[in-house]
C-alpha cells in the first residue's frame, strides 16, 4: 500500500468528559503522521487492530493488537502505521484523575510512575494478558459508541482496568521519591498560574504561589509530575501557539507575542526544537493535511 505524507484518511471518534477524553481512529491505509502533538494529560492507547509506531522523539515503539503506548504530561510524540488497516483506542487523561484516585485508593501505589519513568522503562503487556487488554479496547469501543450518562464513569473505570492489567507483571524501576497526593494539590497554584494564561511564569512566581522556596518548589514538581517547572510552561505555551497556527487565524508573528513570545527568533528556535519545523512550515502543513 502506498505510504501517505499526512494522516489524509482516517476514521475518528471520540467522547469527552471535563478531565478524560477517549478517541477510537480507524486507518485503512499506511500513513506516516508528521505532526506532532503534546498535551497536558496523559495518554494511554490499545491497537486493536494492525500495527502502529509510536515516537517519543528519536525512540520508536512498536505497538500490536493488546499492546500499549504510554505518553506523559507535555510529551512530544507521534506515530506511524506500519500496518494496515489499523484500529487504535484510548484515553487522554487530565492529572487531577490519578491524583483523585491515588486519595481515594490509598498511596501504596504509584499511578503516575508508568507515564512519568523513560519511555524504553514503561510497563509492556505480558502476552497472556493481551486478550484481556483486547477485551478492555473493546469495552472502550462500545462506551465511545454509546455516549450516554454513564460513558464518563466507563472510561475511569476502563482506564484503571488497563493501568492494572500493566501493574501486574511489571517490576517498577527504582526512583527517589514517589507520587503522593498532598504534594500534587501542594502545586495546584502553580498549575494554575500556567494553565490560566498566555504568558511566561517565572519559577520564582510559581514556587511564591505555592509557598515554597525556589529550590524545594523545582525539585517537588519534577518529583511529582516527571518534567521540569520550566518545561512544563514552555511546552504550555508552545502548544497553545501550535493550535493557534494550526487554526490560521492569526500570522506566526502575532502568534507568538500573543503566547508570550517577545523575541521572535527565541520562538523560532523553541519552536523547531520541538515540532521540527518553524511555525509557518507547520501553518502550512495543518492546512494541508486539513483539506
Known amino acids: 500500500m502506498k505510504e501517505e505524507a499526512e494522516p ?23 500513513v ?29 515503539l512498536l505497538c500490536r493488537p493488546g499492546e500499549v503506548w504510554l505518553h506523559s504530561l507535555w510529551e512530544m510524540h507521534n506515530y506511524r502505521i506500519v500496518e494496515a488497516p489499523c484500529r487504535v483506542t484510548g484515553v487522554v487523561v487530565r492529572p487531577e484523575v490519578l491524583a483523585d484516585f491515588a486519595a481515594a485508593a490509598g498511596e501504596a501505589v504509584d499511578w503516575f510512575l508508568p507515564f512519568t519513568v523513560p519511555p524504553r522503562e514503561r510497563p509492556q503487556v505480558a502476552e497472556a494478558r493481551r486478550g484481556q487488554v483486547l477485551a478492555v479496547a473493546s469495552h472502550l469501543e462500545e462506551a465511545i459508541a454509546a455516549r450516554g450518562p454513564c460513558t464518563g464513569a466507563w472510561l475511569h ?23 503522593l497526593f498532598g504534594e500534587y494539590r501542594r502545586l495546584g497554584p502553580s498549575l494554575e498560574l500556567v494553565l490560566r494564561t498566555r504568558l511566561f511564569v517565572s519559577e520564582q512566581a510559581a ?8 529550590n524545594t518548589f523545582n525539585s ?14 514552555l511546552r504550555h505555551r508552545l502548544k497553545g501557539a501550535a493550535q493557534e497556527l494550526s487554526d490560521g487565524g492569526i500570522p506566526p508573528k502575532e ?37
Not at 506516516?32 to 520508536?60: K, N, P, Q
Not at 473505570?157 to 507520587?179: H, I, M, N, Q
Request: charged residues 25%; positive net charge.
Open 8 to 30: 489524509r484518511r482516517h476514521t475518528h471518534r471520540g467522547a469527552e468528559t471535563r478531565l478524560i477524553n477517549a478517541f477510537w481512529t480507524y486507518f485503512p491505509e499506511k
Open 32 to 60: 506516516e503522521s508528521r505532526r506532532v502533538d503534546m498535551h497536558y494529560a496523559v495518554e494511554l492507547g490499545i491497537v486493536c487492530e494492525g500495527a502502529m509506531e509510536r515516537r517519543h522523539g528519536s525512540l520508536g
Open 157 to 179: 473505570v476502563l482506564f484503571f482496568e488497563t493501568l492494572l492489567l500493566l501493574y501486574a507483571d511489571w517490576r517498577p524501576p527504582a526512583r527517589p521519591g514517589r507520587f
Open 207 to 214: 514556587a511564591g504561589a505555592c509557598g515554597m522556596t525556589r
Open 220 to 233: 517537588t514538581f519534577r518529583r511529582v509530575l516527571g518534567i521540569s517547572f520550566a518545561k512544563f510552561a
Open 255 to 291: 502568534t507568538a507575542r500573543a503566547w508570550g513570545f517577545t523575541d521572535l527568533s527565541h520562538f523560532h528556535r523553541r519552536f523547531r526544537q520541538y515540532y521540527g519545523c518553524t511555525p509557518g512550515e507547520y501553518r502550512a502543513r495543518t492546512r494541508e493535511s486539513g483539506r
